[in-house]
């Protein structure tokens, strides 16, 4: 039986306007692949691109090139839910505002209509080249360190709005980065007097940004300082390490599956060589992160794939091999965050624990719709959540019961759990195929959404818009080589 994609790529051929649509689409979604790991912006304007391209296409064709799946009514049912829940908001103004995340799920049905399967590989190639530039880049960031240790501040120095302390580092005023206290003064005068200032500070391992009033222009920054700080949590070219990290999960995994799909069927080959070398790198981009909870679900989907893929002493070897980069990542905890980190007893870990407990007994009492979407960031301290600077709850079935209520956790799980069996069912179809290349992105698809799963609990991954888009392409791109493999079958 053919597939939708097979049948829309023969009238591309024919048609101009298709094919000129159809050429936009793929590009789009080749430039979206390449920024995906590094700017929301870019990547958006990717998918914008590949939207355009899919509408010409449909003039050009009279036809979507949609295909069914039994995930649609999931879909609509979340979004029938959401929309609901942000109608009976507590802040129906934010909450209604809030909508406007769900069009990622516009890339998953995108991805469908327009990918065929000989392009999945030559998109998955170009995201694993990417995030290794960014993870090659989060090395050198390491090593000229950023902006400047504040030694001593004056009582008079408008940083004293934020509490700056010694020892802390301020590394980016406004969108601007800083490598001295001259540009710290320069980047103060430069600024309107009495407007708002956003300054990035590195605190005890932790990245904070708060605002201060810009003083006047005849006021210094009254900070002394002349080192840079070398022992910082990496972000490649994100807004947020934690972004960083979750991107990375998903397309270590990803290019891990087709590392351990060719050790399966061809051995140590020269992809293989290139695969693992890939997702060695970005591993260790990802441990620079020192994200704890992202790096222990990036084990466990590691070892579910190699356990799953490899036989005999492969695959212990293997999994003795992923204890040494679970340690590097330890160290780089222990170097980096704050005393006792890697015994959870930190502060950042008791903050989550108790904005947990109070978010889990706040739940309660709006069981059925939540409180609305990002309600809580005008009542946080009302409802009383402990701390000012986290404003959601760090887990994402956790915020999601919270903002849209009992029955949109249900259907996120009911959603989470078709879409691993889905692909599973898919990689066990593929294992013994002859095509390497689609065994092992199933594989890696398995494993990149077992980590996001994973890291889920702990980290509030899908409100993450660039993570989010992320999780949606891959969804796309699974259903693209799974519902292949499902046509062959038939």
Known sequence: MESSQQVSSSEHTQRPLAALGQTTALTGLALYSAFAPHSVAASSIAIGIAGLGWLIRTVGTGKLGLKKSRFDLIIFLSIVWTTASSILSIEPNISLRKLGALWTVFIFYLVRAVVPRNFVIPLVSILSLSAVVGSL???????????????????SSPFNQIALQSGDTIWRIGKTRIYSTAEIDQALKNATPGSPLTIAVISRGE????????????????????TSNHRF??????????????LLLIIALLTLGIALAHLR???????????ITAALILAVGLALTAMRTVMIAAFIAACLIAWRSLRGVAKVAFTFALFFVLAFGAVVVWQTRAQNALMLSDDSSSLRLQIARVGMSR????????????????HWTEWGFPGKDMLHLHSTPLQLAFDRGLPMLALWLWLMIAFWLYISDAERLARDLSDTNVYGLILGALGALTGFL??????????????????????????VLGDSLMDQRA
């Open 454 to 479: 994973c890291s889920s609990l702990v980290n509030y991954n899908y409100g993450d818009a660039e993570v989010a888009m992320l999780f949606w392409w891959l969804m796309g791109i699974a259903l």
């Open 137 to 155: 880049y989060s090395v050198f960031d390491l090593i000229r360190g950023r902006g400047i240790v504040v030694e001593t501040i004056t009582s």
């Open 207 to 226: 990245h904070v940004e708060k605002e201060i009033r810009t003083p006047s222009a005849s006021e210094s920054s009254g900070i002394t300082g002349t």
């Open 233 to 246: 949590r990496a972000s490649g070219w994100t807004r947020h390490y934690q972004t960083f990290a979750d």
């Open 363 to 378: 739940v309660l009492i709006h069981p059925v719709f939540g409180h609305g979407m990002d309600a809580m960031k005008r």
């Open 265 to 275: 069927n061809h051995g140590p080959n020269r992809l293989f060589g290139i695969a």
